[in-house]
Nanobody
Framework: QVQLVYSGGGLVQPGGSLRLSCAASTTTFNTVTMAWFRQAPGKQRELVATITSGGIAVYTDSVKGRFTISRDNAKNTVYLEMNSLKPEDTAVYYC????????WGQGTQVTVSS
């Protein structure tokens, strides 16, 4: 069973930045598309950004120009750099492969508040 280990969440003021990391315990990481999702309280989990094995990134409209997804295949890790954070970005953030292949894990909490 693939384990997803998260780091980098926390409390930040509006306009601030955070960098999330998600490390996957799989030998096939470099072959799969990876994605970041988020789930705000009382809302469904939503797709935030994806990155193909070749590094092509796609973003949901609400984060375009503010978030950057990247990956390090040597470290089996996907990152999400988040800038100009807004209170509406508050959520638990998760990563997974696309199509969904791994157990979600606990995610990492991001809270944007003054």
């Amino acid at each position: 069973q693939v384990q997803l280990v998260y780091s980098g969440g926390g409390l930040v003021q509006p306009g601030g930045s955070l960098r999330l990391s998600c490390a996957a315990s799989t030998t096939t990481f470099n072959t799969v598309t990876m994605a970041w999702f988020r789930q705000a309280p009382g809302k469904q989990r939503e797709l935030v950004a994806t990155i193909t094995s070749g590094g092509i990134a796609v973003y949901t409209d609400s984060v375009k120009g503010r978030f950057t997804i990247s990956r390090d295949n040597a470290k089996n890790t996907v990152y999400l750099e988040m800038n100009s954070l807004k209170p509406e970005d508050t959520a638990v953030y998760y990563c997974n492969a696309l199509p969904i292949s791994f157990t979600w894990g606990q995610g990492t909490q991001v809270t944007v508040s003054s």
